[in-house]
């Protein structure tokens, strides 16, 4: 059996961050001096946002610190960085907790957010969305808010989250909207397999994103890729239960932007209704997927192991999001459907330059099958299952 992963994992590009104690190098700011109160039943988020202005009114770099304990967050608490006049971080060592009843914000979007900010580092602490009444909810059909996203960043450069836990988030648990340079290690995600659009880690609109040595088991997708997203790079990550690891869905809107330079490597995948999966809308579309490498994955019963679907919601019509210049590269291990490999692509813009280059997978100790369908490419070494695409001289 493949256990998460213990150790985590730093990477010399994209991005340089140096590590050092944030309450030994910075100005500190407590939350419990601006009236925060524990025990996770008095709702702090006025005095968390008193601190964080009296922070970013400093004129050294200071951090934002809670302690340990249990912080009520009643509302949407939103900080934004636009006035700051330093590069505010955020130290948590306690936990933070949503509302219990999920109707207060629901339908807020999000919980917390940094808006705005530049150089903003978090660090540590749990966040706990109390999202289990949400999904029941949902579960029993009944009439219930969209739920809110446990974490936010949005407009914001150069950021840092660091050794931080989300768990039971009412819908996503991270999101990273509109950002550059964004790095993000040893993050802990935790919510039932059968909770619905619980995504992990959610990427839109956003460049120079790294995301390494994290444990993600979730409802959805551990991570998702979304248009206008380029130069990712997801190493080190343990995903399952949940979705698998995603760029998708792409095509929804006519004008979307496309997903480009993305490298997925050295993960494992367990458990999981998906492996790594590229899914795009049957309908017009000028978006794009290019220049994607899925490398030294491992899957241990995960389903649909390697797979591109450009049939999603199908309703006649045929995706016109071209996708192109994509490698699945050392892809190994158990697969729990057939097919282990299942690459179906649009009939009116066929998927071009697609490598299958030493794949070892099986099923049911076989190698189980493949499904192809609009591809050209290659295959590349040993290919298990058979690779099934044909051959092309795209470059």
Sequence with gaps: ???????????????????????????????????????????????????????CASTTSSVVYVPKGTFLLGSKTTFAGAFCKNNVAMQIDGTLVAPSDYRVIGDDGHWIVFWQTNGMVLRGGILDGRGANLWNCKKAGKQCPIGVTNLAFSNSNNVQIRGVTSINSQMFHVVIHECTNVNIKGFRISAPGDSRNTDGIHLSRSSNVIVTGSTISTGDDCISISPGSSNVLVENIFCGPGHGISIGSIGAQHNEGGVQNV?????????????VRIKTWAKPSSAYVKKVIFQNVTMVNAGNPIIIDQNYRSNGQTSGVQISGVTFQHIRGTSSTKDGISINCSRSKPCKGITLHNINLSFGGQPGGTSCSNVFGRNVGTVVPAGCIKKSTWK
């Design 1 to 55: 059996m493949v256990v998460a992963p213990k150790s985590l994992f730093s990477i010399p590009i994209l991005l340089l961050f140096s590590t050092f104690s944030l309450a030994s190098s910075r100005a500190s700011f407590n939350v419990l001096d601006y009236g925060a109160k524990m025990g996770g039943k008095i709702d702090s988020s006025k005095a968390f946002l008193d601190t964080w202005q009296a922070a």
């Design 263 to 275: 490298t997925v490597r050295h993960c494992t995948i367990q458990n999981t209704q998906n492996g």
